[in-house]
């Protein structure tokens, strides 16, 4: 009898155990196929159709999320930190950008993590997780909307291929989870607020179309301010024709109808901080610019010199800095112009709700704001001056059918929990790119370009302030050729490689030798006894790998 009973014992010990590992093994594919992109699910459908013979609502049959910056009635916005959400109560509205979307036929499926309360670019939050980058899962998503840009690159309409009573329960799971058994479709699109590149380095990181817009463009009204005079509400989407629907809802009529550039401005300085061959990704855009529109069009600006010429309170705010002593590129200096604006205008937004709940705030953020306090008024002043002057450079430079083109970051997306996101280089770099369209007011379209290095790579197009439908016009003109003309890049210089590899091998084989370095050819050389034959390994290697040698 006690036999029986302990057998009784262990077989349910063994069926508990088995629920325990079936329940996490459901949780983790939940998680996988979420990628810890949402912070909470929820569901705001659109008004009915107008009966024919009227035109269906324009977003028809899209599903959107809003990063937590968003109001939504009856919802609490996070702002990406728990003591945020704790002391603050349910919104009373829906923000105006959400309620045009909704009312234009979109459907919103949820909100998505951002960093700590939206200041980094990185894409990190310790206290909700990091959403995983779906195409590279070991570097950062990028932020300060990375949720977002995850949601979006992971395609979140699919479902993983599991058992099909895995399938079942998973299913029901994120119905209990979710109230709702829908799902993002193929053109879903993500929004969320842009200061200083929210959108788009986690665009150019997770390998997805990211759009911001002119300041002022959209009404930024019942939306979490970061930095007053640079956030803009943006958004992502896989498909450029996704963007341009949605551009057509949120923005005014482009004045004088759809056009094309008449010039395409290469940045040479800008591509010179790359940190993958500069060819990588100007080329492409060169080869796509001539296919379209023609190579009269392609022109090259220094843009460190212009911008000097024609930002003269830059000079000052150099002078102030480094008191004349050091010189510092334009474009640097315009990094820490945009920094100190943040800085200032965050803490102004938001120091009283800082000092009273005294949350938990990541160190390096605390220091910057200790920091920013030992700011004067009238170097803020200054650098409100030099956002003013550079509005009426880029506008100068562009005009009404210019496009500006940079990289997006500097760098390929950092490792998770890599200590490269902290240096000095990389922020310089990153900032200084990303000032441009920040510190101008410009609009700005981050261009996925395919892959390097196992890592997405993008470039970014930048119009005047006010041409954001001709800009979201060209992007539609260009998309399909920039992405053609990538594929064509990495496989003509794959092949290229494998070439020279092939034509190395074969040297080696034919001679016994491989040129290395200079040295080690010299000591190969040095094996023949005989002029003639010397200059016969000279000349096979002229051939073979097309090498002049004296």
């Known amino acids: ?15 508990l155990a088995g629920i325990w590992l079936m329940t996490k093994k459901l949780k983790k594919s939940i998680i996988r196929q979420d990628f810890g992109a949402f912070i909470e699910k929820l569901l705001l459908l659109p008004p009915p159709q107008p009966p024919p013979p009227k035109a269906p609502h324009p977003l028809t049959a899209l599903t959107f999320a809003v990063s937590d910056l968003f109001e939504i009635e009856g919802y609490v916005s996070g702002f990406g930190h728990p003591e945020w959400a ?5 919104a009373s509205r829906t923000s105006l950008v959400v309620s045009a979307l909704v009312d234009g036929g979109a459907t919103c499926v949820g909100k998505t993590v951002i960093d700590e309360l939206a200041y980094s670019i990185h894409g990190e939050n310790k206290h909700y997780g990091t959403p995983t980058n779906p195409v590279v899962p070991a570097r950062v998503p990028g932020g300060s909307c990375s949720g977002a840009a995850v949601a979006v690159a992971a395609n979140l309409v699919d479902f993983s291929l599991v058992d099909l009573h895995i399938v079942q329960v998973i299913v029901l799971c994120r119905a209990l989870l979710c109230g709702s058994s829908n799902e993002m479709e193929p053109g879903s699109k993500l929004f969320c607020v842009d200061t200083v590149g929210g ?27 970061v930095s007053a005079s640079l956030d803009t509400v943006g958004w992502f989407a896989k498909d450029p024709n996704i963007l341009r629907r949605v551009g057509h809802v949120l923005l005014q009529p482009a004045f004088g109808g759809q056009r094309s550039p008449r010039k395409i401005i290469m940045a040479d300085d800008c591509f010179q901080s790359l940190k993958i061959p500069v060819d990588r990704v100007s080329q492409v855009v060169v080869n796509s610019t001539e296919k379209h529109f023609g190579r009269q069009v392609l022109k090259h600006e220094i843009l460190d010199v212009y911008l000097n010429s024609k930002v003269p309170s830059l000079k000052e705010f150099h002078n102030k800095k480094t008191n004349g ?3 510092t590129s334009s474009i640097r200096l315009l990094a820490n112009v945009m920094q100190l604006l ?14 009273t709940e005294k949350p938990i705030l990541d160190p390096d953020f605390l220091a910057q704001m200790n920091e ?21 450079a880029i506008n100068s430079l562009l005009k009404d059918d210019g496009i500006l083109v940079l990289p997006t970051t500097a760098y390929l997306p950092p490792k998770l929990g890599g ?29 996925p370009l395919g892959y390097y290095d196992k890592c997405p790579v993008s470039v970014s197009l930048i119009a005047r302030h006010g041409n954001d439908r001709f800009l979201l016009d060209t992007l539609q003109i260009m998309y399909a050729s920039l992405q053609e003309q990538a594929e064509t890049y990495v496989k003509y210089k794959s092949r290229n490689t494998d070439m020279q590899g092939n034509s190395a091998e074969m040297a080696k084989e034919k001679h016994g030798y491989l040129d290395l370095s200079f040295d080690d050819f010299n000591a190969t050389l040095n094996r023949f006894p005989y002029p003639s034959q010397k200059w016969s390994v000279c000349q096979t290697v002229h051939e073979i790998l097309g090498l002049t040698l004296r």
């Not at 009898?1 to 069926?15: D, E, I, K, R, T």
């Not at 704790?86 to 349910?90: G, N, Q, W």
Request: glycine letters at 8%; one cysteine or more.
């Open 1 to 15: 009898m006690a036999s029986n009973s302990a057998n009784l014992w262990v077989l349910l010990g063994l069926g």
């Open 86 to 90: 704790k002391t603050h109560e349910a």
């Open 199 to 225: 959108v788009r380095v986690p665009a150019g990181f997770c390998g997805v179309v990211g759009f911001r817009p002119s300041y002022g463009a959209i009404s930024k009204i019942g939306v979490l301010p």
């Open 325 to 327: 002593e050091v010189k």
């Open 342 to 355: 943040h800085r200032y205008e965050f803490r102004s937004n938001h120091e009283e709700w800082i000092n």
């Open 372 to 392: 920013i306090m030992k700011t004067s008024d009238a170097e803020i002043e200054l650098c409100k001056s030099i956002r003013e002057e550079m509005r009426l």
């Open 419 to 447: 200590k490269e996101i902290l240096s000095e280089e990389y922020q310089s770099s990153s900032f200084s790119l990303l000032s441009i369209a920040s510190l101008s007011g410009c609009c700005q379209v981050t261009v």
